[in-house]
């Protein structure tokens, strides 16, 4: 996103545009003014509108206009140099091109010098598109289908007016999303026979991305059942020895006062006795 920042109490102070695409900076002055006049930071006017004339190297090189109102139209096309899409959809590297004029031809880094695909006087070619990996749009912007990993790379865009050159970008592509399964539509996915819980997945020959998932096998889970029974009759057993060690001392204690407890009522009650 650009933004626009001028001074003029007829304009909102603070306006923005989208990057490549066309802009306007809204303004509303009060109807029959004489003359508007815009400029980027230099004494000399950018654009003029004056009656119903517009004037200026803004207008000459046909990157600016002026509305009837004294709005400014930023005209100005390109793509933006940083752009990113999600690894297993499509996506799209945004250019804004005038269309109807220009040929836009696409290259990736690879050091071939043909295009992957070309948009020429409104028809589309090259082997990407053939291959239906690519796709153009009208505006110039470049469609990848399916996104992966081999996509992240520096591509180079570059339009022709006729025989001529106009302008070249260059848009470094990055990719989102690398660890996801959608990223591996093409590749294989193998165990390891002696985890079960490793696999590995290639994409293309030359990546290779591991990765780990937690797993729990059958045998675990009947081992830890079977470790929570032994547990739980080693406390029992445990419980049962203590209770019977503490009465059996409690029994040696009662035979070693010389009390029978079986015989109580053959103590002597007489009083005489005593």
């Known amino acids: 996103m650009v933004s626009y920042s001028y001074l003029t109490e007829h304009c909102p102070t603070q306006q923005s545009g989208f990057f490549g695409e066309k802009g306007n900076i809204i303004c509303h002055f009060k109807p029959n003014f004489n003359k508007v006049s815009w400029y980027l930071e230099q004494d000399k006017a950018l654009i003029q509108l004056e009656g119903s004339d517009i004037v200026g190297p803004g207008y000459e090189n046909e990157k600016y206009s002026v509305k009837q109102n004294g709005s400014l139209v930023i005209r100005q096309t390109g793509c933006c140099g940083s752009q990113y899409g999600y690894c297993g959809k499509k996506g799209i590297i945004k250019c804004n091109f005038e269309p109807g004029y220009e040929d836009v031809y696409w290259y990736d880094d690879t050091i ?20 239906n990996e690519y796709d153009v749009s009208q505006n110039g912007s470049l469609v990848i289908k399916n ?14 007016d006729g025989e001529h050159q106009i302008m070249e970008y260059r848009i470094t592509f990055s990719v989102i999303g690398v660890g996801v399964t959608s990223c591996w539509p093409n590749g294989t996915a193998s165990t390891n026979p002696e985890t079960d819980n490793s696999r590995s997945v290639t994409t293309e020959p030359q990546f290779t991305t591991t990765y780990t998932t937690e797993t729990t096998k059958p045998e675990d889970s009947i081992r830890g059942y079977l470790w929570i029974v032994v547990a739980a009759v080693a406390v029992v057993v445990v419980g049962v020895v203590v209770v019977f060690v503490v009465l059996v001392a409690r029994k040696k204690d009662q035979e070693g006062n010389g009390i029978n407890v079986g015989n109580e009522e053959n103590i002597p009650m007489n009083r005489n006795s005593l």
């Open 147 to 160: 996104v992966q990993l081999k996509h992240e790379q520096e591509y180079k865009v570059i339009r022709y």
């Open 112 to 131: 071939e010098h043909t295009s992957i695909i070309r948009l020429e006087n409104g028809i589309k070619s090259g082997k990407g598109y053939h291959s």
